[in-house]
């Protein structure tokens, strides 16, 4: 597992950052049958991840996955389809409680407080809920005892 993500982190941020910034967008045949290839990569990617995150979450989060989901849905985020796909490997983390503290890390508690707040599409926002939901914790756990005594 851990030199496949290692091989997507450095697929991920080369090929994404050449094939979905404006400034440099190639358009010759080459370039575009490199980009199908690896959107099919990314695809078994996430496929992969799905299947690893039900199972092992604290691998995926120890090889940077929540770091890489992210910067993928940064560049994605239009994409329903994709969003909801990463929305259901987010939510299959979320239920082992010693994943919280790296969605906190990472930065993924304010996007998903947006996706939930997101009017104009239920999937999103019902998928950013119950994350949260999962992330939330009781609040013994929140503060120390005998603080108000």
Do not use: C
Request: aromatic share 14%.
């Amino acid at each position: 597992l851990q030199s496949y993500m290692d091989d997507i982190h450095s697929q991920t941020v080369f090929d994404l950052v050449h094939h979905f910034e404006a400034e440099h967008a190639d358009i010759s045949s080459k370039a575009i049958k490199r980009y199908r290839s690896n959107l099919e990569l990314y695809s078994m990617f996430l496929y992969a991840l799905r299947g690893y995150a039900d199972r092992y979450p604290l691998d995926v989060i120890n090889f940077n996955g929540l770091q890489i989901l992210k910067y993928l849905y940064e560049k994605r985020k239009e994409n329903i389809p994709f969003i909801r796909f990463l929305g259901k490997i987010l939510l299959l983390l979320s239920r082992d409680q010693r994943t919280h503290d790296a969605f906190y890390a990472v930065g993924w508690v304010r996007i998903l407080h947006d996706m939930a707040l997101d009017k104009n599409n239920i999937i999103y926002s019902l998928l950013a809920s119950t994350i949260l939901a999962n992330l939330d914790r009781p609040i013994h756990d929140k503060y120390v005892d005998y603080l108000y005594q």
